[in-house]
């Protein structure tokens, strides 16, 4: 029996060293570096195609990169030969997808139980439910959400319920792939609140993939900018801006993060009157 | 009636579209624009432009609008005859500057070959294809059963509940649709058998042939290709859309895997219900048969049950319960490996939909001409 995984022993949760990721001719990462630290809301932004979703893949373990160590929690998923060991790590994380990923054919409730019933098998079915109705509540869903099938689902709905699913374990860590894309504007915004609410009463690790401006100053500590292959910069809003590299200027100098800036200050100024 | 202009050499005047407003005139050297230079209007107008000859100024200064189209048109007359552009408005200068600036080559088709060597690259990415698919579906099987063994190592628990809705699925939903086309397979083979042998006047040799071959060939293999075409295509649908709204990637990282919790279940239910289906759809092809003797030939039913008894023997049975689970396996692997294939986009469910169910027959029909020999072979008559 392989000892279990401690997060709270780690300062540095995710250890990526010279990833390289390679589809045919097209070179995706090239020599990758980058530390999630433990406990800090990690944004990820990047050009499109930039491959910010291959990084988490091969972080959790989708994609065998071509090249390069991921180490999570001192682990590393593909030299774990130890099945009980692989499952260990992976319970330590939940991953919400772009499109939510929600089961088609179970409901909301039952996608919630699915990770559940498959690590503790022998837990029983009234338990299951109520785990079930306590993390609709944690999201923010109605109260008859839990019975719903994924299609009658609105699409802020179908996030909140693929957020409740990576919950489901209560995992050490958090990847979101695009939480906010899609969503209108208040509920973007609701979106980031619960994200950054969740994580400071749970104490979460969170890989935030985002396009949203307004994602990023909201909710995280750190954001980690990906161009020409590698990860370029990573560190807190105003040291990225402190930087000269170009594309780091005109993302967050450009109309849209100029927009976003201001409006998060005279938010913060307007909570801090409250 | 955007377009409909006429050219007349005469005057050198070039009536773009009907009425005056949109109108356009060339005299030696120089081309005018009037009225409306939009798509709209746009009509012949590159190839009449083109049969003026040598153009060394084109005038705008008539024309009421203009839009991408006409400031493309003009911008492409300009390269190609060294020509200068004057009267144009603001609007239409700002979109002329657009142009102008940029000067790249982009590439909008791919590359153009001709129609012989396309066709042969085809036959060879086709060739490769196929070779390839196979290999692929080998290994899928192989992976298949390796997550069997480490399911049964684990001691993890097999899904029965899946395994039980597929056979709803698979099994016993089919079962009208199966029992009515072997049933009229029956009376077909009958009629047409009694036809033929009516000429030797050995018509009652008709029931030879309706039992055996429903039994040993038809009955089974009517049943796969049926089975294929209904349940192989739901699996690779199923799947193919599960893996494009990263149903299978999030199982993955729940830490089910998905060949425990979607392939084998499937695998498993067509492989036990194959042996169950064509053993019924022999049946109902030798009661259509049999109605068929009663009813065309006037062979009572008890002689007819009593001659069926009589010439099948107890190998042609076993025949069919040996092939039966292996086309099951066949179906239900080449169904959910091309429903796990599916990458990218909604078309690729479509496409591999269908190599699923092709795949599958074929490959049916291939192995059953193999049994054939060597079954026949063992001595198997």
Known sequence: MAELIEPEKFDIAIKVRGLCNQFGDAVIHEDLDLDVRSGEILGVVGGSGTGKSVLMRSIIGLQIPTAGEVEVYGKTLDTIVDEEESRDLRRRWGVMFQGGALFSTLTVAENIQVPLREFYPRMDSELLDEIAAYKVAMVGLPNDAGPKYPAELSGGMVKRAGLARALALDPALLFLDEPTAGLDPIGAAKFDELIRELADTMGLTVFLITHDLDSLYATCDRVAVLAEKKVIAVGTIPELLATEHPWIQEYFNGPRGRAASGSNDALTRADRKS | ?381
Request: hydrophobic share 50%; charged share 15%; proline share 3%.
């Open chain 2, 1 to 381: 009636m955007p377009g409909a202009g006429k050219y007349s050499k005469a005057t050198g005047e070039l009536a773009v579209g009907a009425g005056s407003k949109r109108k356009e005139g060339v005299e030696g050297p120089e081309a005018r624009f009037g009225g409306r230079l939009t798509r709209a209007g746009v009509g012949a107008l590159p190839q009449r432009l083109d049969e003026l000859g040598p153009i060394s100024l084109l005038d705008l200064s008539n024309i009421t609008r203009i839009d991408t189209v006409g400031a493309w048109i003009v911008t492409r007359t300009m390269h190609r005859h060294d020509a200068k552009v004057v009267g144009a408005s603001q609007d239409a200068q700002r979109l002329l500057d657009a142009l102008a600036n940029d000067t790249s080559e982009y590439r909008i088709h791919g590359d153009r070959r001709p129609a012989w060597v396309r066709m042969l690259e085809q036959l060879g990415t086709a060739s490769v294809g196929i070779w390839n698919e196979l290999l692929g579906i080998i290994g899928f099987f192989g992976a298949m059963v390796v997550a069997l063994f480490n399911q049964i190592r684990a001691r993890r628990a097999i899904r029965w509940n899946a395994i039980v809705t597929r056979f709803q699925t698979v099994g016993v939903d089919a079962l009208p649709i199966i029992g009515l086309m072997s049933f009229l397979i029956g009376i077909v083979i009958a009629q047409q058998g009694s036809v033929q042998l009516k000429q030797f006047g050995l018509e009652v040799f008709t029931i030879n042939l309706v039992g055996r071959a429903s039994i040993r060939e038809l009955g089974l293999l009517m049943t796969a290709i049926m089975v294929a075409g209904r349940s192989g295509s739901a699996f690779a649908a199923q799947i193919g859309t599960m893996k494009l709204t990263e149903e299978v990637d999030a199982m993955r990282t729940i830490g089910v895997s998905p060949m425990e919790a979607i392939v084998l279940p499937r695998v498993a239910a067509s492989t036990i219900t194959m042996p169950l289906l064509g053993f019924y759809a022999s049946i109902c092809a030798i009661i259509g048969g049999g109605i068929f003797c009663w009813v065309g030939l006037e062979i009572p039913p008890l002689t007819y049950v009593q001659r069926i008894r009589e010439i099948i023997p107890m190998t042609d049975f076993w025949i069919m319960l040996i092939k039966a689970p292996v086309f099951g396996i066949l179906i239900g692997v080449t169904g959910c490996y091309e429903g796990m294939q599916v990458r990218q986009n909604a078309e690729q469910v479509g496409k591999r939909t269908t190599s699923a169910v092709v795949a599958a027959i074929f490959l049916v029909i291939v192995l059953d001409a193999f049994f054939a020999v060597f079954f026949t072979s063992l001595g198997w008559n």
